[in-house]
């Protein structure tokens, strides 16, 4: 059923997610301006810790940071934002049927159009200054899909779980706060002892990190059995939250009531 729904409900999909999009906006006085500034004021605090107090990092740390909090932000909005997803559309679910892998769905699209926004100010950013290549443009709509995949899968777990334990998702978001920090987002694979760079790998978001880096910044084909593992497991866990959601597509409304 999960791979019939972006079709079958994508009329809805898209324009709900464009409607939020409209409504975040029209809540802030720069509106779609924010789209760039939250995550370029998320580099500035970042870069003025670790670039200039802690003297960390060489001429391409700027490139590194951006990629790595660009990359991570797409992640950590729509799984956050998806905690509650079916609660909030408590209303909608009441009036008509709908599957509710489209709630989540919905979130990772809406975060995935100012995903993209920002990552191609990056990418043209790090073109300006490094120039590209065949690799980079061949490879990087692969990167993209199995970046999408992983987003998905952690968005549409915690919608199929929270619902059922409501205080799962303060124990969620500490646990998006603990990634933030053990993803790579500041730090490179460089800067790990070897010996426990393995450990880090096993986060599928430091692997993913690592790639985009390898593929923008050195401008080489990433390392294919990281990216193999985090495709696998963005699957496997995409798999079980569509299952969990259509197994209790019914239970859902008597569990928000």
């Not at 968005?155 to 205080?167: E, H, K, Q, S």
């Not at 010996?195 to 923008?216: H, M």
Request: hydrophobic share 60%.
């Amino acid at each position: 059923m999960f791979f019939r729904l972006p079709f079958k409900y994508l009329d809805f999909i898209w324009y709900r997610s464009l409607a939020q999009l409209r409504s975040e906006s029209s809540r802030a006085y720069l509106g779609y301006l924010w789209w760039v500034l939250e995550p370029a004021l998320y580099l500035l605090v970042f870069y003025l810790v670790f670039a200039l107090v802690l003297n960390r990092g060489d001429e391409n740390y700027v490139r590194v940071l951006l990629i790595g909090l660009v990359v991570f932000k797409w992640f950590d909005s729509a799984v956050r934002s998806s905690m509650d997803v079916i609660q909030q559309n408590a209303g909608l679910i009441d009036k008509v049927y709908l599957p509710k892998i489209v709630f989540p769905t919905v979130n990772v699209v809406s975060n995935g159009v100012k995903f993209a926004v920002v990552f191609l100010l990056l990418w043209l950013a790090n073109t300006a200054l490094a120039g590209t290549d065949v690799i980079s443009l061949l490879f990087l709509p692969v990167l993209v899909a199995i970046h999408f995949l992983l987003v998905m899968a952690g968005a549409c777990l915690v919608a199929a779980i929270t619902p059922f334990v409501p205080d799962l998702r303060m124990v969620f978001d500490k646990l998006m706060t603990l990634l933030f920090f053990l993803s790579g987002v500041f730090f490179t694979a460089d800067s790990i002892p070897e010996p426990f760079r393995a450990v880090f790998l096993i986060n599928p978001l430091f692997a993913l990190i690592e790639s985009y880096r390898t593929l923008l910044v050195l401008q080489e084909l990433p390392d294919l059995l990281p990216l193999a593992y985090v495709l696998v497991l963005a699957l496997v866990l995409l798999m079980t939250a569509s299952y969990l959601l259509n197994r209790f597509d019914r239970v859902y409304p008597r569990l928000i009531y």
